[in-house]
């Protein structure tokens, strides 16, 4: 398993990733169609977040989007990649590049995910915790403090 920055040429796979795990995931309400989240992944979404994937014998099994700014929008697995370490490989990736902390927002229902990111040290938000969103179901706040917490 290799990781790097992502390329023009991943976007459509990192598109497909996400179209493929809205589409799998029951709770998760579609509220913007494929070609919507497709449009999305356009060449300057690597100018302006830094985008790592990780890849083995040449797939990309997953992919974490991060801004300048240590705020991660998201991290995406293809099914058959998770619980084998390909998400840690990824947000240890964007923990080195961003040493003073991160953050992120997880759906409340995504209890797999929640277990992960507490396992690797974020911590809940309570105060920026979101009950309003678009697909109805609530997002927390987590953030990871850094190495010098």
Not at 75 to 101: C, F, I, N, Q, S
Not at 110 to 117: E, G, H, P, V, W
């Amino acid at each position: 398993m290799s990781l790097r920055y992502a390329t023009v040429a991943d976007l459509p796979v990192c598109a497909a990733i996400i179209n493929d795990y809205i589409d799998a995931t029951e709770w998760l309400p579609r509220t913007i169609d494929h070609a919507a989240v497709e449009a999305l992944f356009v060449p300057a979404l690597l100018e302006t977040r830094t985008l790592f994937v990780a890849a083995e014998d040449g797939e990309i099994l997953g992919y974490l989007s991060m801004s300048n700014d240590g705020f991660v929008p998201a991290l995406y697995l293809r099914p058959d990649a998770r619980g084998k370490g390909v998400g840690k490989m990824l947000l240890d990736a964007a923990k080195a590049a961003h040493p003073e902390g991160l953050e992120l927002t997880v759906f409340e229902r995504n209890t797999q995910a929640l277990r992960f990111y507490e396992r690797e040290g974020f911590q809940e938000d309570f105060t920026r915790r979101d009950t309003a969103t678009e697909e109805g179901i609530p997002t927390l706040w987590m953030r990871w403090p850094g190495e010098a917490a």
